[in-house]
């Protein structure tokens, strides 16, 4: 999972040997990944805030935080953005989102889950970036995990198959366990942030299946850069 939603290298010796590729297992840790994913790529940006204003620091996380993997999520988050644009339905919708290009819709969508970031950040006390961001970055992920359980997947290919036809009910529960240690940096808001996640990821996919016929990797992604933005709102109220 680490190795999926980010771009920093993994020791070999921490890669297990029988690792077979994406799992619906694997996606039961992504909070995991994603809260320490976050606090490493926060850090950077936090310690410049002590010279440069917090405004041009928060922009300097969310470029940093895209460059080492959140790029991934954004990925879907535009071709999710493209397709609803294209105001097509069912294989046709799909198909949009599997085209290779980025639309306008896309663009404009990535623009503004950037900005959305940014700003959000940069309304935060800069010293809590590292905290904050670990939050939102675990807890928000447990939404791909929650659109991962709700979604189908009626296709015979893709890459999200194994993951969405084999997320159970139980990979579910411990996803949510994965994401409880967050607990200790703000209880209010990582309560508060698994509620709003889970909700998030589950309508995003219900809304996927209903429109589309299923939940595809592109929805996984984009329900991730949307729980995410949400529990980090959440934490700069």
């Known amino acids: 999972m680490w190795t999926l939603i980010t771009r920093l290298p993994l020791p ?13 297992q694997a996606l039961t840790v992504i909070p ?39 790029g991934l999520h954004l990925d879907g988050w535009s071709d999710m953005c493209d397709a609803i644009g294209s105001g097509k339905r ?11 290009h980025t639309g306008s819709y896309g663009v404009v969508g990535v623009v503004v889950a950037i900005s959305i970031r940014a700003s959000l950040l940069s309304s935060i006390d800069p010293g809590m970036w590292v905290a904050v961001s670990s939050l ?5 992920r447990l939404s791909c995990a929650a659109a991962a359980y ?10 999200a198959r194994g ?33 709003v996640a889970c909700l998030a990821g589950g309508g995003l996919a219900s809304w996927s299946n209903g429109i589309m016929g299923g939940a595809n ?12 933005l949400l529990v980090l709102s959440i934490c700069a109220v």
């Open 217 to 228: 990797g592109d929805i996984l992604g984009a329900a991730a850069v949307l729980g995410e």
């Open 90 to 100: 069912g294989e046709d919708m799909r198909s949009v989102m599997k085209d290779p």
């Open 136 to 140: 939102a970055g675990g807890v928000g």
């Open 150 to 159: 709700i979604g189908r997947y009626p296709w015979d290919s893709g890459i």
């Open 163 to 195: 993951i969405v036809r084999d997320f159970n009910g139980r990979y579910f529960i411990l996803a949510i366990v994965a994401a409880c240690p967050f607990l200790a940096l703000s209880p209010p808001a990582a309560l508060s942030g698994i509620a």
């Open 12 to 24: 070999a010796e921490l890669y297990p040997r029988d690792a077979s590729g994406l799992s619906a």
């Open 32 to 70: 995991i990944a994603g809260g320490l994913f976050g606090a490493i790529a926060a850090l950077p940006a936090q310690l410049l805030s002590l010279a440069l204003p917090p405004a041009v620091c928060a922009w300097i996380a969310c470029g940093i935080y895209a460059a080492l993997g959140w």
